[in-house]
């Protein structure tokens, strides 16, 4: 009897992409609200750092598009 041969992917368990905000390292969090690019690399961030980041006074965002739009970004969270 011939066996079937397994397909290099077939087995694998899909990678569930974790949280990678900046501000807080040690979030496993992989239920992903958003991405931000944060010093050139496109991070995503967890509802709950989300959150957190909406409610304190950090501010970011490119230089050219700070100085056009006049001033700070800011963010919001539909609740």
Same mark, same amino acid.
């Given at each position: ?14 990678? @569930?992409? @974790? ?12 239920? &992903?609200?958003?991405? &931000? ?7 995503? &961030?967890?509802?709950?750092?989300? /959150?957190? &980041? ?6 970011? /965002? ?18």
């Amino acid at each position: 009897m011939r066996m079937a041969r397994k397909t290099p992917l077939e087995g694998l368990k899909p990678v @569930r992409e @974790r949280c990678r905000n900046p501000w807080n390292g040690s979030c496993e969090n992989t239920d &992903i609200q958003l991405y &931000i690019f944060y010093r050139g690399e496109k991070l995503p &961030i967890c509802a709950k750092c989300w /959150g957190e &980041i909406c409610e304190s006074d950090l501010e970011w /965002g490119e230089d050219r598009f700070a100085r056009a739009a006049g001033g700070r970004y800011k963010c919001s969270m539909n609740r």
